[in-house]
């Protein structure tokens, strides 16, 4: 089993920046690959970016390109999802997510989740 415990949500101004945090425990964090995920009201729940156990690849769903990055500190069991010029249409709550699979960057079912965190960007 895989923990993971979101946190740095919030609500913010458009333009302004946010940094998601997610701390796992529960397995060698090196072997998960690690992904970011959100789901707006009354929307399915969309792949944001994905992150290889290594750190060396990663994978943006086009509207965050250049907006978004993920990165991840294996010495500390935890991924990051750095936001930045945040929009309105950013607002929603955003799950961290495991996977011990091979990675794969646009894998969507990922084996373990996190409860969740709010991001309210306001105009």
């Known amino acids: 089993q895989v923990q993971l415990v979101e946190s740095g949500g919030g609500l913010v101004q458009a333009g302004d920046s946010l940094r998601l945090s997610c701390a796992a425990s529960?397995?060698?964090?090196?072997?998960?690959?690690m992904g970011w995920f959100r789901q707006a009201p009354g929307k399915e729940r969309e792949l944001v970016a994905t992150?290889?156990?290594?750190?060396?690849?990663?994978y943006y769903t086009d509207s965050v390109k250049d907006r978004f990055t993920i990165s991840r500190d294996n010495a500390k069991n935890t991924v990051y999802l750095q936001m930045n010029s945040l929009k309105p249409e950013d607002t929603a709550v955003y799950y961290c997510?495991?996977?011990?699979?091979?990675?794969?960057?646009?894998?969507?079912?990922?084996?373990?989740w996190g409860q969740g965190i709010q991001v309210t960007v306001s105009s």
């Open positions: 992150i290889s156990w290594g750190g060396a690849s990663t």
């Open positions: 997510a495991a996977d011990i699979r091979v990675y794969l960057p646009r894998r969507s079912d990922y084996n373990y």
């Open positions: 529960g397995r060698t964090f090196s072997n998960l690959a």
